[in-house]
């Protein structure tokens, strides 16, 4: 139990919030547009100005009162959030200053219900590019092989983080790139123990003989080829591949867009990435709003028109502080659009879910102490 306290002068009516979950809310921002009548409430050292009309959200629920007036740290505490359902590890092997046991921490702390530590797996060799500096080791002759999940240590790891976060659903899982092209050995790391949850992704292309991810390709090609290109793949990486549950970030060579093209803009690729949508929906795949960048509104809508039923919410986090970015955004744009939480939180949420989203997690409660109450 976190106790909220007030500073209640000026002399006005004055309430006590009293916060059913620990939270770490680390800023404020006084809110005061919407502050007939302002009163403090201090979380633990900072101090976060709220307005009086959040004596409504024991009614109303966090959510729809404080959306948008605060900061998004303390929005982010107080959402209904959904598992973060792609997260990433000291075990993948990109990621060196990434920590199993702090993101838990740090999941236990922001009220994620769940997470799912997807770590990398690439067969595919590529084109190093500027990533050879980072990752010389990895590297020969231009072309990075990235090293091998280590099932075993990364199990181990996972059970440790289940024994000492008991409250924390923490799934295992992998992003797996390219899936349909490496078969055999994804079988041979399926075969060491158990995935609940898979993302395939497309990180690289084919480039002549060699494959290259976006940003490798955006300086030699014109973007929208390139992105075209990327986009075709998938309906070919859903047809052969059945390893994957989710596809990771459709719109991942978007975090590389040229600046001088300006602004991404989806219309231009309507036709395209309703194809790949499409497929992804004949083949029972969840989409994932990737938050690394927000996911376009545009790209949702589509997805369920072109049948998509279900989506994830995932981070992408290489580090513990990037745990559930954007995450209120996100659950708001979903259930926007008609998506919603499973009894479950850490399963995708889903149209035919009826559960409603609004429900915060950390319950509220106001008790008001002015005279007479
Ligand atoms: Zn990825
Ligand atoms: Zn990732």
């Known amino acids: 139990m976190n106790d909220a306290e007030f500073d209640d002068a000026p002399k006005q009516r004055s309430r006590l919030v009293t916060v059913a979950r620990g939270v770490d809310i680390e800023c404020g921002t006084p809110a005061r547009h919407l502050v007939p009548n302002p009163i403090l409430l201090t ?19 966090v959510r729809r009162t404080l959306a948008g007036c605060v900061l998004p740290g303390w929005q982010t505490d107080r959402m209904d ?49 500027d990533l050879a500096e980072k990752f010389g080791h990895l590297v020969t002759d231009g072309i990075l092989t990235a090293s091998e999940l280590d ?49 395939g992704s497309l990180h690289c ?102 049948g998509g039923q279900r989506v994830t919410f995932g981070s992408d986090a290489h580090l513990p502080e990037a745990l559930g970015a954007g995450f209120a955004e996100a659950a708001a744009m979903a259930e926007a659009h008609g998506f919603r939480p499973d009894t479950k939180p850490e399963n995708p949420w889903a149209l035919t879910n009826k559960r409603r989203a609004g429900q915060p997690l950390l319950a509220v409660t106001i008790h008001d102490r002015s005279p007479g109450n």
Not at 43 to 61: D, K, T
Not at 227 to 241: D, G, K, N
């Open 81 to 129: 959030l959904p598992a973060d359902s792609h997260v990433h590890s000291e075990w993948s092997w990109d990621t060196d200053l990434g920590a199993m046991d702090a993101t838990c921490a740090r999941a236990v702390a922001l009220g994620l219900p769940a997470v799912a530590f997807t770590e990398h797996v690439d067969f595919t060799p590529f084109r190093a590019g």
């Open 151 to 199: 099932v075993e240590g990364y199990l181990e790891s996972v059970e440790k983080c289940r024994a000492k976060y008991p409250d924390l659903r923490i799934l295992t899982g992998m992003e797996v790139g390219q899936p349909h092209r490496h078969a055999g050995e994804i079988a041979d790391l399926l075969a060491q123990g158990t995935f609940d949850r898979m993302i």
């Open 43 to 61: 979380v633990r050292s900072p101090i976060v100005q709220v307005p009086a009309a959040a004596a409504l959200i024991s009614l109303l629920g």
């Open 205 to 306: 292309i084919p480039d002549g003989d060699e494959y290259a991810e976006p940003w490798e390709l955006f300086p030699h090609y014109p973007a929208d080829a390139a992105f075209r290109q990327y986009l075709a793949e998938i309906p070919r990486m859903v047809a052969e591949s059945d390893v994957f549950d989710v596809l990771g970030h459709i719109d991942y060579p978007v975090r590389f867009w040229p600046e001088a093209l300006g602004p991404f803009d989806p219309n231009v690729f309507e036709d395209e990435l309703r194809h790949a949508l499409r497929a992804l929906a004949a083949g029972e795949r969840a989409l994932e709003i990737n938050t690394r960048r927000p996911l376009d509104a545009t790209i949702l809508a589509w997805w369920r028109e072109e």
